[in-house]
C-alpha cells in the first residue's frame, strides 16, 4: 500500500479501478521557413484547421447540451476560436513572419498563456489551459497529430492523468467516473470545479502519479484529506467503504437544509451567499439555497470581444443574473485583472511580480474608460434586480473617491442618454490587504459595506504564495496577525454601520466559520455547493458557543 499526498480539489472518497491516461508526446512544432509566395495557403490552412476544430466543439457542445458547466466550457472554446482580437493578432505576426503558421501560433498562443498566468488573478490563470487546450486541438489539425482519445476511458474508473484537458472534461458526465487523481491542475480550474459539480472526488497536485500508478490496480481517492492509496489492503478499503457510506448518508441529510434560512439553534440569522464566475453558476447558487450573491466575478466576460460591445455584453450578463437571482442581493466585483493586457485598449506593461504591481483597481483606474464602461453596465442592469457593486485590492481612500467619480460620470452620461438605469446602487469594497484592514476605519467612511477576501488577505498579510510548494505550509489563515486585521476591520465596519461579509475559503470550512462567527460576521460567501454544510454547522450551534470558541482562538486579541 503506497499513500501519495496532494491537493484536495473537490471532496469525497472513491474506490475504484485505475485507468492512467498516457503522457501525450510534446508537439513538435517544426520551426520552419516558408516562400512569400506560400502566405495565402499557409493561411487557408489555419482557417480551414479552425473550421474543423469549431465542428468537433460544437459536437461536443450537443452532448452536453443539458449540462450547463460543460455547455459554458464549450461554448467559451467556440467564442475563443472566434475571437478577432486573438486571431488578428495571429494574423498579424504571421504575415510580418518568414516561418510556417504552425509556428507563429504556437508562439502566439505561449505568449498569450504566459500573460494569462502572470495576471496576479486565479480566474485568469486558470483560463491559460484553456486558450492552450483549443489552439492546441488547431495544431494538431495542422500538423495531422492524433493524440490519445478520451472516449476509451471506460465507466467506473478512477482517472490518473497528469492533466486532464478541459475538453476532455465530457467524459466526467459521460461515463461514472469514481475519481480524479491528477499531476496538474488547479481548484479553479473548469476540471475542478467541474469534480466538484459532479460529485466526483479529486486530488490534484499529485507529483508523477501517472509513474506510480499502473492501469487496473485499486486505488482509494480521499478528496476530503488530499491524499490517493495506491493497492490498499483490505481493512483499509472496509474502513473507506464505511466512511462513503456515512458520507452517502450524511449528504442526504443535508438536502433538508437546502430551503432552510442559516440560523443558530438560539435563533441568530446568517445569510449564505454563493461565489460566482458565470451566469450559468447563479442558476446553481439559486439551487443550493443560497440567498444572494456575495461575489460575481467578471473577468470572464473581458477575455474577448471588442471594446465596442462590450458595455452591450456585460449588460446582458449582469442582467441575466439579477433576474435569476431576483430580489435577492448580487454583489457584482469590478474587473480584477492583472497587467495581461485581457483589457485590449490598455497600454499595459510587462511586470516581474504581477501579484504586486498593476491589477485589480489600480488596473481599472489607469484605464478609466474601461471602468467607466462597466458601472455603466452595472448601473443600467441594476433596473432588474437587487444589485451591489464592488471594487478589488483598495488600499486607500483616494482610490475609492477616483472611483466613485467615475461611477458618477457614468451615471451623467446615461442621463443624458436617457437610458434607464439605477441611480442608488451600494458601491463597497474588498478588504485583502493589511493595509486596507489597518486603515478600515477611514476606509468605511467611504464605503457602502465591506467584503474581506481571505485568501489575498493571508497571502499578502504572510508575503506567501500558496501556490509555491516551497513556501505554501506557511500559508496560515489562523495566523494571529491575519485573525486580527479581520477582528480590526470588523470592529470598524460595526462602528461605521456599514455591513460585512467574508468571501475567501475561511467562510466554507467548518473550523474557520466558527471562529468568523464569533468574532461577529453574519454574511459568508462561498462555493455553491457548500451552502447546505455550512447550514448545518450553524444550525447546530449558540451564538455564545460561537462565541466561546472563538474566543479560544482570539486569546490573545
Known sequence: MNIILG?????????????????????????????????????????????????????????????????????????????????????????????????????????????????????????????????????????????????????????????????DTIILSKRKIIGLALTEGGVS?????????????????LEKITKEIKTGETVIIDGNSGEAIIDPDEQSIEDYEQKIARENEHREKLKYFRDKPAITKDGEKFQLMANIGSVEEAKIALEEGADGIGLFRTEFLFMSESDAIREEEQFRAYRQVLEIMKDKPVTIRTLDAGGDKIIHTADTPDEKNPLMGLRAIRLSLRNSVQLK???????????????????????????????????????????EENIPFRDDVPIGIMVETAAAAMISDCLAKESAFFSIGTNDLTQYTLGVDRENSLVSPLYDEFHLAVLRLIHKTIKAAEAAGISLSVCGEMASRTDSVIVLAGMGVRILSMSPKLITGVKEIISKMSVEELKAISSKRLNSL
Not at 461536443?60 to 455547455?71: A, R, T, Y
Not at 448601473?379 to 461611477?407: C, D, H, W
Request: glycine share 6%.
Open 7 to 167: 491537493i484536495s480539489a473537490s471532496g469525497g472518497i472513491g474506490i475504484g479501478r485505475a485507468f492512467v491516461i498516457p503522457d501525450t508526446e510534446k508537439r513538435i512544432i517544426p520551426q520552419n521557413k516558408i516562400a512569400p509566395e506560400l502566405h495565402d495557403a499557409q493561411w487557408a490552412r489555419f482557417n480551414a484547421a479552425v473550421a474543423k476544430t469549431s465542428e468537433k466543439i460544437t459536437k461536443k457542445l450537443d452532448q452536453v447540451k443539458d449540462d450547463k458547466v460543460q455547455s459554458q466550457i464549450f461554448e467559451t472554446y467556440l467564442l475563443m476560436l472566434m475571437d478577432p482580437e486573438f486571431i488578428g493578432e495571429v494574423k498579424k505576426a504571421f504575415t510580418a513572419s518568414d516561418y510556417t503558421i504552425e509556428y507563429v501560433l504556437d508562439q502566439k498562443t505561449l505568449e498569450y498563456a504566459d500573460k494569462l498566468r502572470n495576471s496576479g488573478n486565479e480566474y485568469l490563470a486558470e483560463r491559460a489551459q484553456d486558450i492552450c487546450d483549443i489552439f492546441g486541438q488547431v495544431l494538431d489539425e495542422l500538423l495531422g497529430y492524433h493524440p490519445f482519445d478520451i472516449e476509451t476511458v471506460p465507466d467506473g474508473c478512477v482517472i490518473v492523468a497528469t492533466t486532464l484537458n478541459p475538453s
Open 189 to 205: 480550474s473548469h476540471v475542478g470545479i467541474l469534480a466538484r459539480n459532479f460529485g466526483i472526488p479529486a486530488v490534484f497536485a
Open 373 to 415: 464602461i462597466q458601472f455603466r453596465a452595472l448601473f443600467r442592469s441594476a433596473v432588474y434586480g437587487n444589485l451591489k457593486i464592488m471594487l478589488p485590492l483598495i488600499t486607500g481612500v483616494e482610490q475609492i473617491r477616483e472611483a466613485l467619480k467615475i461611477a458618477q460620470k457614468a451615471k451623467d452620461e446615461l442621463r
